[in-house]
């Protein structure tokens, strides 16, 4: 079982619409990191979260510890959005779990 | 300012063969990590660095190994080269450790043949 899980796996959206990537940790953790992924493979940070909400332009990010589950949010999509979007966490332990990752595809 | 930077970009080895990736922090960043993304899968955690000291390591055999050299930069090191290995290696930089915004550098793709 692996320690951070991602849904979906694969995502099309049309442009313009509102877009959610959920993941989900099973090991106490010290932050959670959202990180997105072009093709090519350079690797952007896009947030580091231990509690609550925060936001970039169009992007939100959310976790609540108590559920050990965070969110993604991306507002008025647009085909640049198009990458890979990875969740990870760091743990007390000093260990960095990545989730899977999203496949996200917006279509113009 | 200057990114992470990583040398070198592309490598071929040979199996049984030996090689050293390097990663230069952002300035001022303390802390390199190190990861392996084999093609098709996400990354996976190999080591952390934070004042020249492994503070981390994730599940990779004894052949692989790192250090961390005073001015913060970083060497990972693979003995005895297998076709498994064969990924893109990327090194992060951030502050303190993994609790701390990660930057990425652009990867070395390694190749074993």
């Known amino acids: 079982k692996n320690e951070v899980e991602q849904s979906p796996q694969n995502l099309t959206a049309q442009e313009g619409e509102f877009i959610t990537i959920n993941c989900s940790y099973s090991?106490?953790?010290?932050?959670l990191h959202w990180l997105q992924q072009h093709p090519g493979g350079g690797i952007v940070s896009l947030f580091m979260l231990s509690s609550g909400k925060k936001k970039h332009g169009r992007l939100i990010a959310t976790i609540n510890i108590q559920e050990k589950h965070s969110s993604l949010h991306i507002t008025a999509s647009h085909p640049r959005d198009s990458a890979v979007y990875i969740c990870?966490?760091?743990?007390?332990?000093?260990?960095?779990?990545f989730g899977t990752g999203t496949s996200l595809t917006v279509i113009p | 300012d200057a990114g992470v930077t990583q040398s070198p970009t592309h490598l071929i080895k040979t199996r049984g063969q030996h090689v050293t990736l390097r990663c230069s922090p952002i300035s001022g960043h303390k802390s390199v990590s190190w990861y392996q993304q084999v093609l098709g899968q996400g990354p996976q955690f190999i080591f952390q660095?934070?004042?020249?000291?492994?503070?981390g390591r994730g599940n990779f055999p004894d052949r692989f190994s790192a250090r961390q050299f005073p001015n913060y930069s970083s060497e990972l090191n693979v003995n005895a080269l297998l076709l498994g290995d064969s990924a893109l290696y990327l090194c992060?930089?951030?502050?303190?450790?993994?609790?701390?915004?990660?930057?990425f550098g652009p990867g070395t793709r390694l190749t074993v043949t």
């Open positions: 992060a930089s951030s502050l303190r450790g993994l609790d701390y915004e990660q930057y």
């Open positions: 660095y934070y004042e020249k000291e492994e503070r």
């Open positions: 090991v106490g953790i010290s932050a």
């Open positions: 990870a966490v760091s743990n007390t332990g000093n260990q960095f779990y």
